[in-house]
């Protein structure tokens, strides 16, 4: 329950399959990736809130494709507002788990394991475009997207299958885009 700022990088490619006066709908295909996802967090050991004498601390790394829809209406000559969706998978790297002593004498576990897990994606947004000419075009829109779930693989030292995890990875997105018609 904590916010945390990333970069995100997709790429569109698409294209125009319906026109009709002042709407038309793109059809094509995103690739996102989400760089170094901070997950942290206090371990209550034994389950107990009076030994939490340790943090901890992992990356998530995300790698998304997903069919898209984007449906326009034509405003006027040159201002498009639009809305879209996406649909797909999405690859969740969780790494470089670690515990940080926040007392003197606590001993820090055996670290969890690196895990890569496949889960379904998808994405909703909305927002506004610029058109300068026929080819170009600049824009600004808002977008939620859930990338699914995250988590790491088992310790060697332990004894059980429970291992920090994330049912959802939920992204609030703030989408700056430059479009280049051919």
Do not use: C
């Not at 125009?16 to 760089?35: H, I």
């Not at 576990?109 to 927002?127: C, R, V």
């Amino acid at each position: 329950n904590d916010w945390k700022h990333s970069f995100l990088a997709q790429l569109f490619l698409g294209k125009a399959y319906y026109k009709k006066e002042k709407l038309s709908l793109d059809l094509g295909a995103t690739l996102g990736f989400v760089n170094d996802i901070e997950v942290n967090g206090v371990v209550n050991q034994f389950g107990l809130s009076n030994f939490d004498n340790l943090t901890y601390q992992y990356t998530i790394n995300s790698l998304s494709a997903m069919g898209t829809a984007k449906l326009l209406y034509l405003l006027t000559e040159h201002i498009q507002p639009y809305i879209n969706g996406s649909l797909g998978f999405s690859n969740n790297d969780a790494s470089f788990y670690q515990e940080t002593p926040r007392i003197l004498g606590a001993v820090p576990m055996l670290p969890f394991g690196d895990h890569s897990t496949n889960s379904f994606a998808y994405s909703a947004g909305a927002g506004l475009m610029y058109y300068s000419n026929e080819q170009f075009s600049v824009g600004l829109g808002y977008q939620f997207s859930d990338l699914g779930k995250a988590s790491l693989s088992v310790s060697v030292a332990q004894q059980t299958t429970q291992t920090p995890s994330l049912n959802h990875i939920y992204l609030h997105q703030l989408l700056f885009n430059f479009n280049w018609n051919v």
